[in-house]
């Protein structure tokens, strides 16, 4: 079965831009992607979407339908009223390059900032033994697509830009968990605390854990309370420890 349905399709670039109306043909099955397809293919040929696999897992197609951050390949048009119009927005915490696509260049600067694993001294890769149960709680933060859905959500950073520079968001305050739980890591042998780098550098104790990013993500990771709320228990533990506390003093001598 196949209708008409309304849509509204944000078309701009970096110096302003509109909703812009559009009646589209929409059939059974299909996807908000798939109506971008079409509209491109019959209306507007020079509408600008980014997206690669079509499969959910690429990550690239991010946006916002009806407001919401989604992503447009795995939204499918039998979840929206058919008969209200269907909103398609870019992510609104990036800058917009054209129409839905934008310069998501802040996750990358936020992802070389973390260093990455330090390998345990004295073992070669193939001798490193972890218990399972340290594998899975990685390999919960290893289904990360990097859609950055979770990064557009937050709070902290999507109505204030003036919070970019400090906070390097749930998706990177998750790897820096994934790595200060990693048994192996050596950072601390190396010199670097990853709590304090957490608070200090990556913005933790911005997040007052609201969960939004964990609402978004299509990889179904529990950002918040497996990363985030772990992260900020150990760097609290850790702060008011009164051992560690006159070990870092008699340190800084
Ligand atoms: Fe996307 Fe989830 Fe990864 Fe965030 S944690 S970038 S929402 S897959
Ligand atoms: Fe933001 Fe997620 Fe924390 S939405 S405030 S990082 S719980
Ligand atoms: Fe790859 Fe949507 S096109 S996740």
Known sequence: ??????????????????????????????????????????????????????????????????????????????????DEPVTITPMRTFPVLRDLVTD????????????????????????????????????????CIECFLCQNTCHVVRDHEENKPSFSGPRFLMRVAELDMHPLDAAEDAGLDRKRTAQEEHGLGMCNITKCCTEVCPEHIKITDNALIPLKERAVDRKYDPLVWLGAKISRR
């Open 1 to 82: 079965m196949s209708y008409l349905a309304n849509f509204r399709v944000w078309r701009g670039d970096s110096s302003g831009g509109a909703l812009e109306p559009y009646e589209v043909e929409v059939n059974e099955g299909e996807v908000v992607l798939d109506i971008v397809h079409r509209l491109q293919a019959t209306q507007a040929p020079d509408l600008a979407v980014r997206w690669n696999c079509k499969a959910g897992k690429c990550g690239s197609c991010s946006a916002e339908v009806n407001g919401r951050p989604r992503l447009l390949c795995m939204t499918r048009m039998s979840t929206l009223p058919p």
């Open 104 to 143: 998501v260049s802040f996750n990358y600067t936020k992802a070389r900032e973390v260093p990455s694993f330090i390998p345990p001294a004295g073992l070669k890769p193939g001798e490193y033994r972890m218990q399972q149960a340290d594998v899975n709680r990685s390999q919960e933060f290893r289904k």
